[in-house]
């Protein structure tokens, strides 16, 4: 079946600009997580949604970065005024119960 | 609260020969622990889980795993490595099934001919 995808794959922006990253989760799956991977480091957690309670947002490193998730589909990153600093690959992964399945990332290159 | 160590950034080793990763954590409760692998501009898959039922666990690819609750440790293992086991090892923790994963900073597996 359909595993977890993420649009774009790569993404270019410049300094300053406001990029959106989206999530298709695998179908059924309640839980929605979003993480961020520096380059040679580990992973990140950022934000994580559990059907309709009010999300995780513990991981966000500041109010540049938000996320929103309709029902138990789509999610979507925003990065606004995006700085070099957010420049990382962008992991997002959905789960029915404990264990969690990825996507293959949105490369993030601020220059 | 979760943490988990991985020793070890990188780890060499010949092909054929034992693949040790090593992998501790400290849980407040009873964790649910993962291997996932992330090969060359992929995302995580998903190599193995410890959910507590059996110690030790298998995964695909012929890798395991053996939780060990005395030694707080759930260390990654393969008999004989392959060329194809090159990739990025990432241990997992979580205190239960509807949370996040705490992950380790994640061990290189170079496998040299």
């Known amino acids: 079946g359909a595993g977890v995808s993420q649009s774009p794959s790569n993404k270019v922006t410049e300094k300053g600009k406001d990029v959106e990253l989206r999530c298709d989760p695998i179908?059924?799956?309640?839980?929605l997580y979003w993480y961020r991977q520096r380059l040679g480091q580990g992973l990140e957690f950022l934000i994580y949604?559990?059907?309709?309670?009010?999300?995780?947002k513990s991981g966000l490193p500041s109010d540049r970065f938000s996320a929103e998730r309709t029902g138990e589909s789509v999610s979507t990153l925003t990065i606004q005024r995006t700085q070099q600093e957010d420049s990382a690959v962008y992991l997002c992964?959905?789960?029915?119960?404990?264990?969690?399945?990825f996507g293959p990332g949105t490369r993030l290159t601020v220059t | 609260a979760q943490s988990v160590t991985q020793l070890g950034s990188h780890v060499s080793v010949s092909e054929g020969a034992l693949v040790l990763l090593r992998c501790n954590y400290s849980?407040?409760?009873?964790?649910?622990l993962f291997w996932y692998v992330q090969y060359p501009n992929q995302g995580l898959q998903l190599l193995l889980k410890?959910?507590?039922?059996?110690?030790l666990v298998k995964g695909i690819n012929g890798f395991e795993a053996e939780f060990k609750k005395s030694e707080t440790s759930f260390h990654l293992t393969k008999p004989s490595a392959h060329m194809s086991d090159a990739a990025e090892y990432f241990c997992?923790?979580?205190?239960?099934?509807?949370?996040?994963?705490?992950f380790g900073k994640g061990t290189m597996l170079l496998v040299s001919p």
């Open positions: 992964a959905s789960s029915p119960l404990a264990e969690q399945y």
């Open positions: 849980s407040s409760v009873p964790p649910y």
């Open positions: 410890y959910t507590s039922a059996a110690t």
């Open positions: 179908s059924g799956h309640t839980a």
């Open positions: 949604f559990q059907g309709n309670s009010a999300p995780d």
């Open positions: 997992a923790v979580t205190p239960s099934g509807y949370s996040t994963l705490t």
